[in-house]
Nanobody
Framework: QVQLVESGGGLVQTGGSLRLSCAAS????????MGWFRQAPGKEREFVAA????????FHADSVKGRFTISRDNAKNAVYLQMNSLKPEDTAVYYC??????????????WGQGTQVTVSS
């Protein structure tokens, strides 16, 4: 069983930065890739970024490319999402996920509880 715990969310002004962290425990052999998703009120959950544990290959959604960066620390079993130049439309609950597939075709199987990010205008 994989457990994921997110942290680092909060309230920030437009143009500000936040860094989300995800601590993974009970890592399974099938969870070769980690990722971030987000869900805004009234909208479907959408993919943000993914990274593979071994090689560190990354893939970012077009909506965040150039502003967000996913990274990982294998020694700590942790994944991060550095978010810069934040916009009000980035406001959402951000979820960490673990699963399979390459970064560009991430298939999540486990989810964290989510952390709220609010960007004020």
């Amino acid at each position: 069983q994989v457990q994921l715990v997110e942290s680092g969310g909060g309230l920030v002004q437009t143009g500000g930065s936040l860094r989300l962290s995800c601590a993974a425990s009970g890592r399974a052999s099938s969870t070769v890739t980690m990722g971030w998703f987000r869900q805004a009120p009234g909208k479907e959950r959408e993919f943000v970024a993914a990274i593979t544990w071994v090689v560190g290959s990354t893939f970012h959604a077009d909506s965040v490319k150039g502003r967000f960066t996913i990274s990982r620390d294998n020694a700590k079993n942790a994944v991060y999402l550095q978010m810069n130049s934040l916009k009000p439309e980035d406001t959402a609950v951000y979820y960490c996920a673990a699963g399979s597939g390459v970064a560009g075709r991430f298939r999540p199987g486990y989810w964290g509880q989510g952390t709220q990010v609010t960007v004020s205008s």
